[in-house]
């Protein structure tokens, strides 16, 4: 079984406070991903990840950064903590098999539990 | 702007029904697309994939394409109570990037 773990369910922080977000997956997967969840928006892309130290940013990576130093771990980091970042954060990982077409479409992503962020 | 729209309900069905949901993408290079289900305060779990036009059954569920129209669905045959949750159709639309709807919530009423 994929697992995806995050390093915390629930986090409170302050405005302007520097946090980190942990995410592991044990099946050696190539890619990972870091979505928000809004009510309404859906899953929004921040940054992903296609292979170690390998990083792209996605639909809404302001304010955010990240870092992949091993294949496992991908962190995202909220350089300056602001009301409006209050979300559910969730890490996905993907493995990269090829098939029909380009490499990765047709694999699906396996979810982390979500870290729910209040940013008073 | 790439986007997958979906009706955001709720969409209300008996216990027993076929519950049918839907969703249009924009991208017509859109080559794969994904049926998550999440139940609140989880996250999304695969239940259907399906690349090519048609039908595509598992179980009680059934995934229809229609690239034509740009069209995805998901019935669920035999609805129960613990199908309620939130359904999110998603496009992988080539390369890395996979664009998700807003999810569609569906309650089964016992």
């Known amino acids: 079984d994929v697992k995806v773990t995050q390093s915390s369910r629930y986090l409170v922080k302050r405005t302007g406070e520097k946090v980190f977000l942990e995410c592991v997956q044990d099946m050696d997967h190539e890619n990972m991903f870091w979505y928000r969840q809004d009510p309404g928006l859906g899953l929004r892309l921040i940054y992903f990840?296609?292979?170690?130290?390998?990083?792209e940013k996605g639909d809404i990576p302001e304010g955010y950064s990240v870092s992949r130093e091993k294949k496992e771990r991908f962190s995202l980091i909220l350089e300056s903590a602001s009301t409006n970042q209050t979300s559910m954060y969730l890490c996905?990982?993907?493995?990269?098999?090829?098939?029909?077409?380009?490499?990765?479409?047709?694999?699906?992503?396996?979810f982390g539990p979500g870290t729910r962020l209040t940013v008073l | 702007q790439k986007e997958v729209e979906q009706n955001s309900g709720p969409l209300s069905v008996p216990e027993g029904a076929i519950a049918s949901l839907n969703c249009t993408y924009s991208d017509r290079g859109s080559q794969s697309f994904f049926w998550y289900r999440q139940y609140s305060g989880k996250s999304p779990e695969l239940i259907m994939f399906i690349y090519s036009n048609g039908d595509k059954e598992d179980g009680r569920f059934t995934a229809q394409l229609n690239k034509a129209s740009q069209y995805v669905s998901l019935l669920i045959r035999d609805s129960q109570p613990s199908d309620s949750a939130t359904y999110l159709c998603?496009?992988?639309?080539?390369?890395?990037?996979?664009?998700f709807g807003a999810g569609t919530r569906l309650f089964v009423k016992a």
């Open positions: 998603a496009a992988g639309t080539g390369g890395f990037k996979t664009i």
């Open positions: 996905a990982s993907r493995p990269l098999k090829t098939g029909p077409g380009l490499a990765g479409t047709y694999n699906e992503q396996f």
């Open positions: 990840s296609y292979d170690v130290k390998m990083k």
